[in-house]
Every structure is written in C-alpha cells, then in structure tokens.
C-alpha cells in the first residue's frame, strides 16, 4: 500500500485516524502504542502476510537479544548482541543478495543449487538496519531494553516503516512517553495542520513531478536497453535522472515526516536541500541524512578511532563507508561503481577543490556537479552499466546531435527547458523543513532572492496547501511504486 494511492489516503489513512484520536480519547497511556501496532500490521499484512511473519519473527528475536544482552553474563551478552545483528544480516543476505550468490556458487560448478525465487520483503533495508542499530546503540549505552510492545511498535511504526527515515530509539522512546502522557488537543491541532502540509508537499514531489517525470523516461530507458535512442533522448534521460530519484525519494519522506506528526510524532527529516549546499560534501551529508548519521556512527567512527593513528585510516574509513552504503544498497557491478563515483564525487573531488587555485576550481566543479546531477543517477536509474554508458556515450555523439538540433521539434524544445529549469530550481531548492519549520530570517529561505512567507496555519497557507492537494489527486496512483518501496 502505497502512500501515494487512493486506498491509503482515502480508506486506510482517514480510518487510521479515527482510531488513533479515539484511543487518546480514552485512554493515551494504556491504548496509543497498542493501537499505532495494530494499524502498522494491518499496513503491512495489506502488502504481504507472509512477509509480515519475517517482519515479526526478526522483531522477536531482536528484542530477545536485546534482553538477554542486559541481563547476561558479558560473555554471554556479546553473543546474544552478535546472535541478532547476525539474524538481520542474514535476512537481509538471504532475501536481497541470495540470487546473486547463488549464481555465483553455480558458476563455480561445484553443487549446483537452485535459486528459491525470493521475493524481496517491502522495507527490509530499512527495518534491518534499525534493529542492528538498536542493538548497536544498546552496546553504547545509547539504548535500553523495554517492553516488546515498544520494540515491536519502534521498528514497524507505519510511516517510517517501508522507507524511512531510520530512526533511532532513543528518538523514538521519547515520541512514545509523549505520547503516553497526553499530547495537549491545541498542541495536536498544531501538529496535525503541519502534518498535512507535509503531506501535501511530500505528494507533490511524487505524484506531480516524480511520476510525470517517470512515466515519460523509462520508456526511453526500456528502448535504450533494446532498440537505442536518439541523442537528445538520451540528455532527456540523463537530465530527468536526478530530479526523478530526488524528489520520489524526498516526496516519500516528507510525507513519512506529516503522517508523523498526524499522530502525534516527530520523525527525523531526511533531506535538507543537497543540491544547494555549499560543496560537495556537505551535499552528501544532506542527502538520506538519518542513513548517513547511521554509517557515521556505526561505521565511520568506529573505523576512525581504531585507525587514528594510520596515515590513510580517515581516508580508508570514508571509502568504508562508502562501500558500506553501495552493498545496502544493492549487489551486482552497477552499485560498486555508483558508490566508487560517489565516493570520488563527493570526497575526492571536494578534497581536490580546495586545494586548487580559485580559477581552476569552476572547471573541477563542473565535473563534480555532471558526476553528481547526470552520471551518478542515471547508473542508479538504468536496469545495468551498459545501458547506463550507452546512454552517456549518446549523449557525447557531437555529429548525431548536430544532425538533431537541426531538426529538433517544438515540444522536444519545451521538454528539455522543463527539465534545465527543474535542475535549476534543485541548485536553490528550499528544503521542506526550511519553508515549513524556519523562521523567515533563515539564511536559507531565499529562492533565487525571493523569500517565501514564513509558515504560519493562515489563510494564504490553507490555499497554498489545498492547491497543491487538488494538483496532487489529479495524479495520484498513476506512477510507479516509490523508488525504495521494495528495497
């Protein structure tokens, strides 16, 4: 079940609700959590029961683990710590990489075996990767072992569930004591007219731009895996790439962030305007900010203390991490090179910037910048490298191109200038909590020297917001899944 679907926004979120204002109506310390788990397990069993069991069985073990870690022996405890990271490490081994490793078995001709078919379970990155930070936040202290109620209802909270953000659990013991407490009925008022601008900003990134923007470039990809296209094709796939996965990946955790609030907790943000940041790696700590906040404190700094004293050990703890984030994302030569030109993108490439003379810095920015918006998103977007280089090499065709300008038709014209102006629009982008959270003196309010009013429940708002519904709903459910949807 989609967020951006008709029987989420008008069946299972309106009934969601009612339930949820009832329960805090009655009783919020005894029936909210209870209630947020059940409605959770039904938005989960509505896309897959058996995957549902998996979900349940891992929630089980972890938060066995969990407990057996506070109360055993160290020895002891440190198994049972190793005992469920390595639980959902291995489902997420099993269930993301397991055709792959299968197939490298068989290519070794030793006993063949045959490849089950797994289907990937919706949202297992995600949920896998909070228990295991759970249980590493536990080992520093960070954590604590509490009821499996709170375990289960931390990891499987709806509006975080499929895709983020990844929450840690201190963040979320805190929301649910809250919650527990009675949330004044003013301060949820004010939270659920927030919530709904969230959500409406979060359906517009993905219905609106996202979709249209999908279902008039993957056509071009399908062709340009099979028939080839034409050069100016290829810049319309290159160029729609990055605004594709932006704003499908933002759009989701916007409105993950509103249905939050909805009920009465404050999500994480995700994304903080990374195409307007200052330099390249400032660029990538904005972007899926609570996945890089768990490689920075699980990975990175782990790795840097052990190596501080090494020459290269910062430098070979960030390509760590880098490697880290390639392999969770997928398996396969695509995503080793997408984290190789990512990690070149945003740390080699910055590293080298400044150590140039000013006027040699606009040309290595140049290149940094084609990495970041054209070439690291189309071999993320693209089904294989060599429909990803086939692309670029079209791209580059200087007499094909030639030939085409000549001839290039009005509505061609008209696609390319929309597409130009979005990646324009990307480099000065207002970030949502930045237009709905910040003050208007924001150092980062300005568009392009506009400065948009400062959030407020009044009437211009309640247009603004009612619009963008009304656009959204002329679109909703006509576009693919979200991107991370089965990831």
Known sequence: MSFASIDFLFVFLP?????????ARIDP??????????????????????????????????????????????????????????????????????????AIWNSLHILPVSDPGL??????????????????????????????????????????????????????????DRVRKGIPWTERVDMAVLGVAWLAIGLFKKSVIADNLALRVMPLVQRAAQDGITTLESWQIALSSGPIIYFDFSGYCDMAVGLGLLFGV?????????????????????????????????VYRPLQARWKHHRWGGFM?????????????GDGPRYILWGLLTFTAFIVLDRLTRLLPPGMRPVLNLGSRYLMFITLPLIFLTPG???????LERMVSVPDLVAEVGTISTITIVKLSVLVGLL????????????????????????????????????????FIASLLAISMLFVGRGPAFFYNQF
């Open 15 to 23: 009934s969601a609700l009612i339930v949820a204002v009832l329960a």
């Open 29 to 102: 310390a005894r029936m909210t959590i209870p209630t947020f788990l059940v409605l959770s397990i039904i938005f989960y069993a509505y896309n897959s029961i058996p995957h549902l069991i998996l979900l349940l069985a891992l929630v089980a073990v972890t938060w066995s683990c969990a407990h057996a870690y506070s109360r055993w022996h160290p020895g002891w405890a440190r198994l049972a710590l190793a005992t469920g990271i390595g639980a959902n490490l291995g489902a997420l081994g099993i269930w993301k990489y397991g055709s792959s490793l299968i």
């Open 119 to 176: 289907v990937l379970p919706l949202g297992i990155s995600f949920f896998s990767l909070q228990q295991i930070g759970y249980l590493l936040d536990l080992r520093l202290g960070r954590a604590r072992a509490g009821s499996l109620l709170d375990h289960a209802t931390f990891i499987m909270f709806f509006p975080q569930l499929l895709s983020g953000p990844i929450v840690t659990h201190r963040r979320m013991r805190q929301q649910f």
């Open 266 to 298: 404050r999500l994480p943000y995700n994304f903080d305007a990374p195409q307007r940041s200052s330099s390249d790696r400032s660029g990538w700590r904005r972007w899926h900010i609570t996945f890089h906040n768990f490689v920075r404190d699980h």
């Open 317 to 329: 703890a960030i390509l760590i991490v880098f490697a880290v984030s390639a392999l969770w994302h």
């Open 385 to 391: 490298l060599g429909v990803a280089f086939g692309i």
């Open 424 to 463: 324009v629009c990307l480099g000065s982008e207002i970030s949502t909590q930045v237009l709905l959270d910040a003050n208007r003196a924001h150092p980062e309010r300005s568009f392009y020297g506009y400065r948009p009013p400062a959030w407020s429940p009044s009437a211009g708002w309640a247009v």
